[in-house]
């Protein structure tokens, strides 16, 4: 079934520095792709999102492009703040189907003044 | 801006116990889920509600628990008869209907810790 994979944490960095974290989804239409985010102790955020093939999410200088060719949303942002410390999580949705949200198993992100 | 709402933030019961999570949607969202999250794990998909009745569930939903909306603003999560294995992080969503409006909001979530 539709599935979404994304790289293994934990990372760290040093603030200001860039972020990637990867994730790749396999699925047998055009699934909707998600990022959310899960700060210490709270829920899930919606952090972008995009709905089709070259589509660009972006919030909070966070970005994620929509690659068909590459089945990829990889989340990018150039500098990284100590507050962006949390877990991310990548998530699609497929196509045809709104109820059964896929997630990935997420990425621990801690950020080092 | 609206939110989803999720009562209690924490609930821990003995095993063999029936526990009820509450949540309350966004007051337009039309559509409703459960999922949860054990701890160190990826998010797992439980169960859709739609129109008063379930409109998918996973292979975790058995028959130990059970959904309901009671009245026009609550949205439940029954467990008949807990398991230790129930512990994790119990999330619901709603969203609004149309298959253009797919994103899922979700609450803070509820730790139950199961005994």
């Known amino acids: 079934g539709d599935s979404v994979t994304q790289m293994e944490g934990p990372v760290t960095l040093s603030e200001e520095a860039f972020l990637t974290i990867n994730c790749t989804y396999t699925?047998?239409?055009?699934?909707?792709l998600f990022w959310y985010v899960q700060y210490p102790g709270e829920g899930l955020q919606l952090l972008l999102k995009a709905t089709k093939a070259d589509d660009k999410g972006s919030n909070k200088g966070f970005e994620a492009t929509y690659r068909k060719e590459t089945t990829s949303f990889h989340l990018e942002k150039g500098s990284v703040q100590v507050s962006d410390s949390a877990v991310y999580f990548c998530?699609?949705?497929?196509?045809?189907?709104?109820?059964?949200?896929?997630f990935g198993a997420g990425t621990r992100l801690t950020v080092k003044p | 801006e609206p939110e989803v709402t999720q009562t209690p933030s924490h609930q821990v019961t003995q095993m063999g116990q029936e526990v009820i999570l509450r949540c309350v949607p966004i007051?337009?969202?039309?559509?409703f889920y459960w999922y949860r999250q054990i701890l160190g794990q990826k998010v797992e998909f439980l169960v859709s509600?739609?129109?008063?009745?379930?409109?998918?569930k996973s292979e975790i939903f058995d028959d130990q628990f059970s959904v309901e909306r009671p009245d026009g603003s609550n949205f439940t999560l029954k467990i008949r008869s807990t398991k230790l294995e129930d512990s994790a992080m119990y999330f619901c969503?709603?969203?609004?209907?149309?298959?253009?409006?797919?994103?899922?909001?979700f609450g803070p979530g509820t730790r139950l810790t199961v005994l």
């Open positions: 969503a709603s969203r609004l209907a149309g298959v253009l409006t797919d994103t899922q909001y």
């Open positions: 509600f739609y129109n008063n009745e379930i409109s998918e």
């Open positions: 007051s337009n969202h039309l559509y």
């Open positions: 699925a047998t239409g055009y699934p909707s």
């Open positions: 998530a699609l949705i497929p196509r045809g189907n709104n109820n059964d949200m896929r």
